[in-house]
């Protein structure tokens, strides 16, 4: 049996989940969230405890009850605890302002750009040495999803480092021309 999908998924206090055909739905503090099974999969509820079920041992049907248990996993987590990444927006003249349910880049091109927030993910700007951009949100796939097309804007160059990356990310740093003698 998968080491993942075996695991059961236990709910905390203030979470309410419901299994409806192959709709998971999760209500919490944080959000709502839903999400569809995998076709062979089954998912029961006993008490405070979710369990994914497989019918068989075929390798893509173990494949997706592991896929099936760690998204719904992540479904219970973000709508008690919530997710959150960094981005840090490093260079000279680079700015980020906060304007409504938007942010609005100025990394180093002719024009500024608007980035509007989807709907269930919070954006909040601190300004340090560098710029540091947190996001929050209760759906780990969005989350990820608006985190890397942000620093898709202006990703991070390897000689000065400027650009956006995230905060646990490392650049690994080129040396540039070496000087004419």
Known sequence: MSRIGRLSIKIPKGVEVKVQDRKVIVKGPKGQLEKDVPEPIEVELNGDELICKRPSDERQIRALHGLARALINNMVVGVSEG???ELLVIGVGYKVEEKGKSLIF???YSHPIDFPLPEGIKASVERQKEIK???EGCDK???GLV???IRALRPPEPYKGKGIQYADETIIRKAG???AK
């Open 147 to 149: 985190a890397a097309k």
């Open 106 to 108: 100025h990394i180093g």
């Open 83 to 85: 997710f959150s990444k």
């Open 177 to 179: 021309k070496a000087g």
């Open 141 to 143: 796939e969005l989350l």
């Open 133 to 135: 951009v947190k996001l």
